[in-house]
């Protein structure tokens, strides 16, 4: 089993920057591939960011790449997506997830946290 804790949403204003972070429990954590998705107000779950399990391998939405790192501290059972650049379109709620293979589809992860706001607007 694997819990999945998100924080650090918020309201930010367009052009400015968040770090999300998720914590996670369990001592399989390093083998696992982890992922954000967002997903906004009447629209579908989408893939944000996903990283290897050693944190070699990244890959991103079209969207965000360029102004979203995400990144893994294994030491400390921790992810985190770093997000420049905000704008209006970011806001949704983020959801940080983990699974057996990097990819982007929802039905690659397994398990998945409560999901953490942000709001992009002046």
């Known amino acids: 089993q694997v819990q999945l804790v998100e924080s650090g949403g918020g309201l930010v204003q367009p052009g400015g920057s968040l770090r999300l972070s998720c914590a996670a429990s369990?001592?399989?954590?390093?083998?696992?591939?982890m992922g954000w998705f967002r997903q906004a107000p009447g629209k579908e779950r989408e893939f944000t960011a996903a990283?290897?399990?050693?944190?070699?391998?990244?890959n991103y939405a079209d969207s965000v790449k360029g102004r979203f790192t995400i990144s893994r501290d294994n030491a400390k059972n921790m992810v985190y997506l770093q997000m420049n650049s905000l704008k209006s379109e970011d806001t949704a709620v983020y959801y940080c997830?983990?699974?057996?293979?990097?990819?982007?589809?929802?039905?690659?992860?397994?398990?998945w946290g409560q999901g953490t706001q942000v709001t992009v607007s002046s």
């Open positions: 997830a983990a699974g057996p293979r990097v990819g982007p589809k929802s039905t690659d992860y397994d398990y």
């Open positions: 369990g001592r399989t954590f390093r083998s696992r591939a």
């Open positions: 990283i290897s399990g050693s944190g070699v391998y990244t």
